[in-house]
């Protein structure tokens, strides 16, 4: 089981660690692209079977076409999709600010002691291992998310189809203005 | 290094944010920007069915109500940043956010 | 194959546990006992799998060799007939020239343009017939014969396939190709157009089945009226709109003509297949019918009936024959049309799709919840059901169609006498 987790985990941040360092802008998009199937695989495992599906469709199947058509929409030639080299104070600042925030984050989570989250039913292991790891797995059947979306989380189904339908159209007006002077993009 | 599931699951989603929010400071082109972004918003989902599946069950769907809105959220938001994007290349020709500097005093 | 005991509603009769059906199940029970215990399901997965290449990958082969046939018969010239099984004189209709096709694709020399991004220009084709072949693994292809049981079954389904539209990006920029990229755009705004018309089309079925599951639905559609008539939501007015939105938004995702603008020899060569030669051309158009096969078998579980007979008298042909039946016919109108219309232009293309089949198809939504609120009628009121059912489908086909062909020129045909 963990191993599972971890060869998804290593995947997944490989792919999008790679993905934020390469100069070429389409191999950039593709790898985290791949990480993104990575945190795909990461939902199967927890047993969100409907979450992974969705997140495949969405991501992979949608908004990677918005973001490999907006590349290709946003450079004059074929070259404009290799990147000049970036500031390197700037990197390494940011590596900094990245690598304290996780570190804030991971000395958290290892000095918190998740305590008994299970049902009472549930014997405490002797030996000391984590309570955490005896917890069944939830199923969420497409039934029972169905049934929430359409009972206890009625609203928020319907903003959202309203917020869905406004950022749709403000896409649409925003890049859908020609300027007098656009037409000399070459392939 | 815990062998518990639930911590080794945070931490995952704690290094994917660290590495989305890297990416986000580092790169001066704006499309990569935002795709730290989309990292960073993918990283949380993971937080919350890590706890969905190793947390107490109050609902059996709940946290996975949180990561569909936060999909559907997550691509609304992908799609107006592109479309920002291409309406601010039209201006000025390249993406690099140096560039987008005109009202700097 | 699933061996759980999936509670189906299965038919009444005493063919429905026959030796024939469990045939494959005593099969794969006797292959996998020669195993200890622990390797039994990893046998059972990978003869699945094997069965599943094997059975589809010949039924591609001959549904090329079938379309070339009929193309031609059509067209009033016999096809290939050739082709002589090896080392014999026998040609017997050719029947040996996919075999010969895949020689040749396999020894034609691999040219790859020099500046073409050499890893993605081999990953395209890879990445195209993968996801192709993982959408076959939720299909039911007979009563205890499903490679995967899952509970959102369908959208695994339209997932896989959501992901092949990468494959085509990825050929069309690794080129290096003006063209190619150009087409390759083209193409993957066809295939985003016709996928809204496809995930429309099936959301009544969910909503009447009520599941995702395909095994469920499959189920769902089982019993006949009258020992004739059965229960296949093909012969309800909203599944038969929904039928026909399925198929044509089939045909566009899958690049068929009509809609082979993509991939037409007199449009940009090749459009984003230009700079592939040999066996990886052959990947493509593996993928390409594979995609055929699988939404022919989707549309086959959603509307069709799955593997379930017409009538209880014929339950004695098992249900597997049933369902590759059902699969030879589908694939026989696809190479019908194909043979028929022209091909349509990309505005037409594009037009056709937000125009017409998207709003057909949201309409068919309202349609099928008004079937499934209007379930407890009897009487004479199933008659006014069926009829308003019936007239929620054709007036919006009727008022749609006469707005997408206004302000074009009465049609004028000529026969060649």
């Known amino acids: 089981m963990t191993a599972a987790l971890v060869l998804i985990a290593v995947f997944t941040l490989a792919t999008a660690a790679v993905a934020l360092s390469l100069r070429n802008l389409i191999h950039s998009a593709l790898l985290l692209i791949a990480s993104w199937f990575g945190i795909a695989a990461f939902y199967l495992w927890a047993g969100a079977e409907f979450v992974a599906f969705a997140q495949v469709l969405v991501y992979v199947g949608a908004v990677s076409m918005v973001v490999l058509f907006a ?30 925030v996780f570190g804030v984050l991971g000395v958290a989570i290892l000095k918190t002691s998740f305590g008994r989250l299970s049902p009472a039913d549930v014997p405490p292991l002797p030996g000391g291992t984590g309570v955490s790891s005896v917890i069944s797995a939830p ?3 497409v039934r029972d998310i169905g049934i929430q979306l359409m009972s206890t989380h009625a609203a928020a189904l319907l903003i959202i189809g309203i917020l869905l339908t406004v950022a749709l159209l403000g896409a649409v007006v925003l890049a859908a203005q020609e300027g007098p002077e656009s037409k000399h993009e070459s392939p | 290094m815990s062998l518990d599931p639930l911590p080794l699951c945070l931490l995952f989603s704690s290094a994917l944010f660290g590495l989305g929010l ?51 959220v997550a691509a609304a938001e992908a799609a107006v940043g592109l479309a920002l994007i291409i309406a601010v290349y039209r201006h000025q020709k390249t993406i690099r956010l140096q560039e987008a500097n005109r009202l700097k005093g | ?20 059906e469990r045939l494959p199940l005593f099969a794969r029970d006797w292959l996998t006992s020669w195993l200890p215990e622990p390797w039994r399901w990893l046998v059972n997965s990978l003869l699945s799998i094997a069965v599943i290449l094997s ?31 090896p080392f014999t004189k026998f040609r017997f209709f050719g029947l040996a020239q996919p075999f010969a096709d895949g020689v040749k694709s396999l020894t034609k020399e691999d040219v790859v343009p020099r500046g073409a991004d050499h890893l993605l220009h081999f990953l395209a084709p890879v990445v195209l017939l993968a996801f192709s072949i993982l959408t076959f693994a939720v299909i039911p292809y007979g009563r205890h014969l499903v490679p995967v049981e899952l509970n959102a079954g369908v959208l695994y389904f339209f997932a896989a396939g959501a992901a092949t539209e990468l494959a085509v990006f990825m050929a069309g920029w690794a080129s290096r190709n003006k063209y190619s990229l150009l087409a390759a755009m083209r193409a993957l705004a066809q295939l985003i157009s016709y996928e809204l018309p496809l995930l429309l089309a099936w959301v009544p079925v969910v909503l009447v089945a009520g599941s995702l599951s395909t095994t469920e639905i499959v189920a769902a559609q089982a019993g006949w009226q009258f020992d004739i008539i059965p229960h296949w939501y093909v012969l309800t007015p909203w599944g038969a709109a929904g039928f026909a939105i399925f198929m044509i938004a089939a045909l566009a995702e899958s690049n068929r003509s009509p809609f082979d603008l993509p991939e037409a020899e007199s449009e940009l060569i090749a459009g984003h297949l230009t700079e592939y030669s040999g066996f990886k051309y052959a990947l493509f158009f593996m993928a390409e019918y594979f995609g055929m096969i699988a939404l022919s078998g989707m549309a086959i579980t959603l509307f069709l009936g799955g593997w379930h007979a017409p009538s209880p008298y014929l339950e004695f042909i098992p249900s597997y024959v049933w369902f590759m039946g059902k699969l030879s016919a589908l694939l026989l109108g696809f190479i019908w049309i194909r043979a028929t219309f022209p091909r349509l232009r990309m505005d037409q293309l594009t037009r056709f799709a937000w125009k017409f089949l998207v709003p057909l198809a949201l309409i068919n939504v309202g349609n099928a919840a008004f079937w499934s609120l209007s379930l407890h009628w009897s009487g004479p009121l199933q008659i006014f059901r069926w009829l308003i059912s019936a007239f929620v489908v054709v007036g919006p086909f009727v008022l749609l169609g006469r707005k997408l062909s206004a302000g074009v020129a009465p049609r004028v045909y000529r026969y060649a006498v």
Not at chain 2, 59 to 72: C, L, N, R
Not at chain 3, 3 to 19: G, K, M, T
């Open chain 3, 55 to 85: 059975v589809f990958g010949l039924l591609f082969a001959y549904v090329t060799l079938a379309e070339r046939k009929i193309l031609g018969r059509i067209q009033n010239r016999p096809g290939p007939n050739r082709t002589p099984i």
């Open chain 2, 22 to 72: 890297i990416g986000a400071l580092a790169r001066s082109n704006t499309i990569l920007v935002l795709l730290g972004i989309e990292l960073m918003l993918n990283a949380a989902n993971l937080n919350f069915i890590a706890f969905w599946r190793y947390g107490p069950a109050t609902s059996p769907a709940t946290g996975v109500m949180f990561v569909m809105f936060s999909i559907a």
């Open chain 1, 71 to 100: 590349v290709l929409l946003t450079r004059r030639s074929r070259a404009d999709t290799v990147i000049g080299p970036d500031s390197v104070a700037r990197a390494i600042s940011a590596v900094i600010t990245g690598v304290a």
């Open chain 1, 139 to 141: 199923t969420a059947t």
């Open chain 3, 1 to 20: 194959m699933n061996l759980a005991v999936i509670p189906v509603a299965a038919s009444v009769s005493e063919w429905s546990d026959s030796f024939l």
